[in-house]
């Protein structure tokens, strides 16, 4: 194709005309009419420069098929002394080929080198195991000061020295005090214990590394330890510092206690943590804060002078603590006026920083969703009952089972009205809720922070759990009992068992005949789990227990039988409107029955 005469025509330059043809050029030549003929092999032309022509006149291109292997056309020139010359023109296809082959070389390394940078990093992944993967900040800028944490003020100020101590250590130097190498925040789940990092993060103004405990083990030995060394290097290189370790109980845990040993790995990583925090180096100028929910499964080495030298009580807020957290989660919220802030502390007792949040923001999506400007009260009830005890369920249709659900409600409803030691009711319903709730009975919280209840209070709770039992035998008869009793059921035998063995009320005296230690610590209680009082006096726990819970269920019986047409009156209120509140309940009581020191009780309660 290179040497075609098409070819070599389309490439021609625009100067050159073709005026002659091969036999034309030969006949010239013999007639001695062509001064100079030049030809061009790559492209199978001659270029011809008559006679009698100016020199800068372009010469005609004559097409040849043999290149510069043209007999006749040589000898003929040579016998007329015709100037010949052979000038190959730049081959284009060989630049090409030229080019498109420098291409594929060059793809071809960049692929190469592509494959041995991964090829590498992997290596380098591996052999980067050991380093520290925490998060670093100069200057951490989580936007979270000490003014937006509220409900914990005790923890604040705690940890607001060990900010002034980073910001000012010569006010604390000049009277000898030494700053702390470590502080465990300890609480439950919720309460506040990472926001409180990051607000040392914000307030502090100095480096600050966090890293949760379970980065440190991985399945390859000697990571974790790897790792922990690593960090405090970097860390004693940005001294002062702050390191922050969440759940730390991943890494902490107790050496030794496991079923058939320990966990090696990770008991290496620990003593690791341990020589970093208080070994033969010192690690001055670094301060770790940890965080954990679990402190009784800790190593008692971790929480020894020295290494945590404080440990900070994140506890469930109290009233002014619950009512500083509303008003923080309320800055951005759109509230009604006569929504109380005071009010919703009181009902909310036992909430977390976390559990007060997500119900404002709950009664927030109930506002958006039923379309209205701002939050009311009754968003807020309704996002109150969500977080405590479920989502709203489509109500049961008019049947026998939503008939025994309202009989069993208005019976804890009943005796909580009708027993002096109980907290007045909030509402009474039979809306099923999420969790296989069929209705709930809902009292009113006293909003005291530390409560201590007396035998009384306590044998009126049990009578109360059993008055959903109790109105489905009086009313119905013991064939018809149902199953939704069964938490009250569990809950009663619970709360008994403890005042046999822990509160020491009963017949068996001021006896604690079991420590109530809680869950067990595989490997170290379970291997030590021993009966803690003899086979008789167990015995003797039982029938104690079943009389309390008999007695209990007897009395709230009598109240349902001696009752029965107020009983039948609420049932067929509810059954009607499915939701009863606390005062038409109680105004519903009061006609039936002359309860003058019950209702001055739960007006000073409410």
């Known amino acids: ?121 992997s290596s380098g992944q591996a052999m980067s195991f050991g380093k520290s993967r925490a998060r670093f900040q100069m ?45 465990l925040l ?52 940005n001294a002062p510092c702050i390191i922050f370790i969440d759940e730390i109980d991943a890494v902490g845990r107790q050496r030794g206690a496991g079923i058939g040993g320990g966990n090696d790995e990770r008991e290496q990583t620990l003593n690791q943590l ?36 404080r440990q900070v009580m994140v506890d469930l807020p109290t009233y002014k603590g619950r009512l500083g957290i509303l008003e923080v989660h309320a800055r951005n919220k759109k509230l009604e006026p006569e929504v109380s802030m005071e009010a919703i502390a ?11 949040a997500n119900m404002l923001n709950e009664a927030a999506i109930l506002t958006a969703r039923r379309r209205k400007d701002a939050i009311s009260g009754l968003e807020i009830d309704d996002a109150i009952d969500r977080v405590t005890i479920g989502l709203t369920l489509t109500p049961l249709l008019d049947s026998k089972k939503k008939r025994l659900i309202a009989y069993h409600e208005i019976g804890h409803a009943l005796l909580m009205t009708l027993l002096p030691h109980t907290n007045p009711l909030d509402k009474v319903t ?24 007396s035998r009384s209070e306590i044998l009126d709770r049990i009578t109360v759990s059993l008055g959903g039992r109790a109105a489905e035998e009086e009313v119905f008869g013991h064939d018809e009992v149902t199953d939704g009793a069964a938490g009250d059921v569990r809950s009663v035998a619970s709360i008994a068992r403890q005042m046999v063995t822990i509160y020491g009320m009963s017949d068996l005296g001021p006896i604690a005949l079991e420590s109530g230690g809680g869950e067990v610590f595989l490997g170290r209680d379970l291997m030590n789990q021993s009966s803690e009082c003899s086979e008789e006096m167990a015995t003797k726990i039982d029938r104690q227990i079943r ?50 020191e019950k209702q001055e009780l739960a007006a000073h309660n409410v």
């Open 139 to 183: 200057e951490a800028k989580t936007g979270i000061m000490f003014d937006d944490v509220a409900g914990i003020e005790e923890a604040k100020e705690e940890l607001q020295e060990v900010v002034t101590f980073l910001k000012k250590p010569e006010r604390f130097t000049a009277v000898g005090a030494k700053i702390p190498k470590g502080v």
């Open 274 to 309: 341990l020589t970093e925090m208080d070994g033969f180096e010192g690690n001055t100028g670094i301060i770790i804060i940890a965080a954990t929910n679990r402190p009784d499964v800790l190593d008692s080495a971790l929480l020894r002078p020295g290494r945590f030298d």
């Open 430 to 453: 039979i809306i099923p809720r999420s969790g296989g709730i069929g209705g709930f009975a809902k009292p009113l919280l006293s909003g005291e922070d530390m409560r201590i209840d």
């Open 186 to 237: 300890v609480g439950p789940p919720g309460t506040g214990k990472t926001l409180l990092a990051r607000a040392i993060a914000g307030e502090a103004g100095v480096p600050f590394f966090s890293i949760s405990g379970s980065e440190f083990v991985e399945m390859f030995v000697g990571v974790g330890a790897s790792r922990v060394r690593d960090l405090f290097k970097k860390a004693k290189e």
């Open 346 to 356: 009181r009902r909310t007792p036992g909430f977390s920083g976390a559990e007060l």
């Open 547 to 596: 009389e309390i819970v008999f007695r209990c269920h007897a009395e709230a019986r009598r109240l349902i039988k001696e009752n029965r047409p107020l009983v039948d009156r609420l049932a067929e209120v509810l059954l009607d409107q499915e939701t009863i509140e606390g005062d038409q309940f109680r105004q519903l009581v009061a006609e039936y029955a002359d309860l003058p």
């Open 1 to 121: 194709m290179v040497g075609s005469p098409v070819l070599a025509q389309g490439n021609a330059p625009k100067e050159h005309q073709q005026a002659l043809s091969y036999s034309d050029l030969l006949r010239k030549i013999e007639a001695s009419e062509v001064n100079k003929v030049e030809i061009d092999p790559v492209r199978n032309v001659a270029l011809v420069q008559l006679k009698g022509k100016p020199r800068d006149t372009a010469p005609l291109e004559v097409p040849l098929f043999l290149g510069d292997r043209n007999p006749e056309l040589v000898a003929l020139a040579r016998t007329k002394n015709v100037e010949l010359s052979v000038q190959p023109s730049t081959d284009g296809s060989a630049v090409t080929g030229f080019i498109l082959n420098g291409l594929l070389i060059f793809v071809l390394i960049m692929a190469l080198l592509m494959f041995l940078r991964r090829s590498g990093g």
